[in-house]
């Protein structure tokens, strides 16, 4: 939060020391864990299947939903240039219309990625249970040191292993420490209006969408004994390579 604090500050410096100018900041953190037995299902992000539907207490987990930390921070500044502004107050109609009423700002979000489900090959079906979750002898062991794409979390047997035929796996119905990747994106945007005529007024945007170009990982696969088995093979819903865009609107 130190640096998002800072960040405050210095937009209330800035207003405060030219009051012509204005910048406005609005930081959000959450630090949360939701519990249920039993969550939405999207076909995007979160598909819910309960093990047992006469007993939703053997389901009972973090939630499907379940978002421990997320920082968001959204910021405003109006650049102090052009007429009537700290720097350039006496230029000219053409230089102002050119260089002033400039503003910028930006979005950053910082979260963790929901939780994964792990699944094996259900040999209940025929008896009424929709899904079989594998063995892990602890939550902990699933870590690795190096994460990445090609190995997500420990898949060795001797940790995570489907469970013998008809009986029930011990594994919980959301996993909090198999996630999503972290979310890790910032938004910005640069923008100017024109009164063109009294009647008309123009604007222009210039607008850069993960300006970072961060990765965020999306699903792994979480099936025992399917060939990418800990593989992550694409990015999480809604995130994407950098991508700026230009625009120009009219009002009259």
Not at 105 to 133: D, E, K
């Amino acid at each position: 939060m130190t640096g998002s604090a800072n960040t405050i500050d210095d937009c209330r410096r800035a207003v405060k020391e030219d009051p012509s100018s204005g910048c406005g900041a609005l930081v959000t953190f959450q630090w949360s864990k939701a519990i249920d037995n039993s969550s939405e299902t999207q076909a995007w992000e979160i598909g819910d299947v309960l093990r047992n539907t006469y007993d939703r207490s053997s389901d009972r987990s973090i939630s499907g939903h379940d978002l421990p930390r997320s920082l968001v921070a959204a910021i405003v500044y109006e650049l102090p240039v052009g007429k009537g502004k700290a720097f350039g107050g006496s230029m000219n109609k053409i230089a102002n219309a050119v260089s002033g009423g400039w503003q910028v700002s930006t979005i950053a979000r910082f979260a963790s990625g929901l939780p994964l489900q792990v699944s094996a090959t259900n040999s209940l079906s025929v008896y009424g249970f929709n899904v079989l979750r594998p063995n892990f002898t602890n939550l902990k062991d699933l870590n690795v040191s190096n994460q990445g794409p090609d190995q997500w979390f420990n898949t060795s047997a001797s940790v995570i292993s489907a469970p013998a035929p008809f009986t029930l796996g011990n594994a919980p119905r959301w996993l909090p420490n198999l996630r999503y990747g972290a979310m890790q994106q910032a938004d910005v945007s640069l923008q100017k209006n024109f009164h063109v005529f009294e009647f008309m007024k123009a604007q222009f945007r210039a607008e850069a969408f993960n300006i970072a170009n961060s990765v965020q990982f999306g699903r792994a696969s979480t099936t025992v004994g399917a060939s990418d088995f800990g593989r992550v093979t694409g990015y999480a819903p809604g995130a994407g390579p950098r991508n700026i865009q230009l625009a120009l609107r009219l009002d009259f």
